[in-house]
T-cell receptor
Framework: DAGVIQSPRHEVTEMGQEVTLRCKPI?????LFWYRQTMMRGLELLIY????????DSGMPEDRFSAKMPNASFSTLKIQPSEPRDSAVYFC????????????FGEGSRLTVL | RKEVEQDPGPFNVPEGATVAFNCTYS??????FFWYRQDCRKEPKLLMS???SGNEDGRFTAQLNRASQYISLLIRDSKLSDSATYLC??????????FGDGTTLTVKP
């Protein structure tokens, strides 16, 4: 398996623009997580899905953020409109709870909002 | 209060030293526990699971104290390659995985 695949790896955009981050989890994994990492706040859980259904989105910072998982092999995290304080590395991770419990991460999407 | 708290460090130790990291969690219903390692500008990767009886993997020993809601990681005979950020992770029975902010370790020659 290729692992968790995220795109884009890097994005630089201007304040006010829409940003869409994409994630393909490992095939067969039934949980998908979106995390945001900054120096100030560490690794924050934004939202997670079980079998494509959002379970807990309490970490989503505000209405500008939205996440979807239309099927088991694809998820998006959208920021509209983007702000400079959204600059961070966004990680997607997936897991199969019936396995060892290891969370597998993608390489992350590094977002810079100017 | 954060759900998972770690001493942020940084820990700066010489090669060969023994170093210990601590982590506390607030949700008494937490079910499984892990230590992850994150290298600079990379994604976190699993270092080891933490079992109630304690477990060892080479130079690494993990301990869990459910009564005190406390997890530890001990690294013996530290190597330069151990320099990284170590993240404590707690899973609930609802499937949620929560990370601590991490403890940064630098091993110096």
């Amino acid at each position: 398996d290729a692992g968790v695949i995220q795109s884009p790896r890097h994005e630089v955009t201007e304040m006010g623009q829409e940003v869409t981050l994409r994630c393909k989890p490992i095939s067969g994994h039934d949980y998908l997580f979106w995390y945001r990492q900054t120096m100030m706040r560490g690794l924050e859980l934004l939202i997670y899905f079980n079998n494509n259904v959002p379970i807990d989105d309490s970490g989503m910072p505000e209405d500008r953020f939205s996440a979807k998982m239309p099927n088991a092999s694809f998820s998006t995290l959208k920021i509209q409109p983007s702000e400079p304080r959204d600059s961070a590395v966004y990680f997607c991770a997936s897991i199969s709870r019936s396995d060892t419990g290891e969370l597998f991460f993608g390489e992350g999407s590094r977002l810079t909002v100017l | 209060r954060k759900e998972v708290e770690q001493d942020p460090g940084p820990f700066n130790v010489p090669e060969g030293a023994t170093v210990a990291f601590n982590c506390t969690y607030s949700n008494s219903a937490s079910q499984s526990f892990f230590w992850y390692r994150q290298d600079c500008r990379k994604e976190p990767k699993l270092l080891m699971s933490v079992y109630s009886s304690g477990n060892e993997d080479g130079r690494f020993t993990a301990q869990l104290n459910r009564a005190s809601q406390y997890i530890s990681l001990l690294i013996r005979d530290s190597k330069l390659s151990d320099s990284a950020t170590y993240l404590c992770v707690v899973n609930t029975n609802a499937g949620k995985s929560t990370f601590g902010d991490g403890t940064t370790l630098t091993v110096k020659p």
